[in-house]
Every structure is written in structure tokens, then in C-alpha cells.
């Protein structure tokens, strides 16, 4: 079973009152009468004690119920887009986007899902990695190599599913690895150079060159993504298709064990795992959202 991710120890009034809320199955008038008795003052301190800064006094009370969902579990999973125009990512509910014109929707191109859950919010590519010779499956590689700067998460290490840093950790593997052959014979870092090299479109074919700075996931990062798969492929089945959806195989993170192995998730069970960097599993490509605003 996933491990219930938690923001932080703080704002327990806040998540207590939340989680009435989400799992009493209240309807909308009670659960709004429940967030009235909260004093909104304790409700703002413990909302920003999450890491929503920009939340004041100022902050209808509409928009902090949405906060308060968001730290407790799923807010809601957004279509992101590059518009064409600039290359700005731009973020579409389903329905706004199929309430479109297919004249605005050609101003844009689609490259993934924003997932917004848990005081996290980051965009899963669209598709997972493929490399030039059709091969799905990559392996970590720097078999017996500890890398400096990134963390060991071995036996007893805590913190583990609270690790959201796959943009650090792909910085630090790509760079360290790169062109280095290992003790096993693997050259780089096949994964993490898969996750960042991938383009969700390009100039030649969609006339914007994707600059996005894609990751491979680090494990709190995969395992969210695994606890809420099936709203996922949900929403990739509708903008991309059937054929690019979170399979049931086994992804790799970008988390270490030890000098020579990995963690990785199996999608079909939501479990955690470890082995060897020889093994050779699925790529799906995050990018990092540096903010916690609506």
C-alpha cells in the first residue's frame, strides 16, 4: 500500500477539520458549515505553515476551501499546454479545453497532465519514454558508483516518501555520469538522460521546440503519481489516447538505495521497491512547478 503522503506536522486543526470534510462524504452545505466554525485567521496560519506563502487575509474563502483540498489530497488534474505564441505554459480543465474552438486550441500544443495534490503540483509528460531504436525500458546505471550530493535512502533512512527533488537528483546524475562507463558496462545514466532529453513536441513538428525541463521522477514524486493513476489515464486517455497511458510495469526513480542500487514503483500495485541499477524499467518524465498558487 502507498504511504500516506503528509505535508507537514503543522496546521493539525486545519487537516483534521479537512479530512472530515473529504472522507465523511459531507455534502456541500455541511462541509461549508464546517469550514465556518474554523476561526479563518488559524485557518490562513495553517495553510501557509504548508507552503501556500501567498495565502492572507485577503484570500476569499472560496479559494482557501481549495487550498484546504489541496493539502489533504486531490485538487485537480489540469491539461498543460505551450502556447505556441511565447512558449508560456498554460493549464486547461477538460472542459474549458473541449469547450474550445479547434481555431484556439490550435494556438496551443498539449504536453502533459499538472497534477495539484498533497501541497504538490508538477506536469507528467504526456508519454513515457521511448528511445530511437523503440526500446520503452531503460536501465539506471552507475552500477557501484555512489554519487556525490545524492542521498542514500538505504535501511532505515527517513524521509523517503517525502522525496520531491527529481530535478536536483537528474542534475546530479546526468552530470556525474555522463559518458562514464560503469563496472556492469552501462555508459551515463540511461534513465535519467531518457527523462531529460524528451521533447513533448518540437519545431520541425509542431512549430514550438519544447523547453520544458523534464526530470526523472524521484520516488514521493512517483509514488503521487501512482496514487492517483487512474484519474490520470483518465484525463491522458481523453487528450492523448489509450496508447500513452500510465502503464502497470515498473518506472523508475531517480532516488538512490545505495552506490548500486535504485527505488523504483510498481504501477500495478503502487508498491515500492529496490534493485539493481542493471535492471531496466519504464521512464515517465516529470517537470518541476516551483509554486503553491492557484
Known amino acids: 500500500m502507498l504511504k500516506t503522503l503528509v505535508c507537514s506536522t503543522s496546521g493539525q486543526l486545519l487537516l483534521s477539520s479537512l479530512n472530515l470534510i473529504l472522507y465523511n462524504k459531507m455534502n456541500e452545505n455541511n462541509a461549508s458549515a464546517m469550514l465556518l466554525r474554523i476561526n479563518k485567521q488559524d485557518q490562513i496560519e495553517a495553510i501557509k505553515s504548508l507552503g501556500f506563502t501567498n495565502v492572507d487575509e485577503n484570500t476569499p474563502a472560496s479559494d482557501i476551501a481549495k487550498y484546504m483540498r489541496w493539502a489533504g489530497g486531490l485538487l485537480d488534474l489540469s491539461l498543460a499546454t505551450l502556447r505556441i505564441e511565447d512558449g508560456k505554459q498554460v493549464f486547461f480543465t477538460a472542459s474549458e479545453w473541449n469547450s474550445m474552438s479547434a481555431n484556439n486550441r490550435s494556438k496551443y500544443i498539449r504536453i502533459g497532465i499538472r497534477l495539484r495534490a498533497e501541497c504538490r503540483q508538477f506536469i507528467i509528460a504526456k508519454s513515457d519514454c521511448i528511445d530511437d531504436g523503440g526500446n520503452k525500458t531503460f536501465k539506471w546505471g552507475g552500477y557501484g558508483t555512489d554519487l556525490r550530493g545524492l542521498k542514500n535512502y ?49 519545431l520541425e513538428a509542431d512549430g514550438i521546440e519544447d523547453t520544458t525541463v523534464w526530470n526523472l521522477p524521484a520516488l514521493g514524486e512517483l509514488m503521487l503519481v501512482a496514487k492517483y493513476k487512474l484519474e490520470i489515464n483518465e ?12 502503464t502497470t510495469d515498473w518506472y523508475w526513480s531517480s532516488t538512490e538505495w545505495d552506490a548500486s542500487s535504485s527505488w523504483y514503483v510498481s504501477f500495478n500495485t503502487g508498491t515500492v521497491y529496490t534493485n539493481t541499477r542493471q535492471s531496466a524499467y519504464r521512464v515517465r518524465p516529470l517537470a518541476a512547478i516551483n509554486t503553491l498558487s492557484l
Open 154 to 202: 538505504g535501511n532505515g533512512s527517513q524521509g523517503l516518501y517525502d522525496t520531491f527533488d527529481g530535478k536536483e537528483n537528474t542534475d546530479i546524475i546526468v552530470e556525474a555520469l555522463a559518458g562514464v562507463k560503469d563496472s556492469q558496462g552501462t555508459i551515463g545514466a540511461p534513465a535519467a538522460e531518457a527523462a531529460r532529453v524528451y521533447k513533448a513536441c518540437t
Open 235 to 246: 484525463l491522458v486517455t481523453t487528450m492523448f489516447g489509450s496508447q500513452n497511458i500510465l
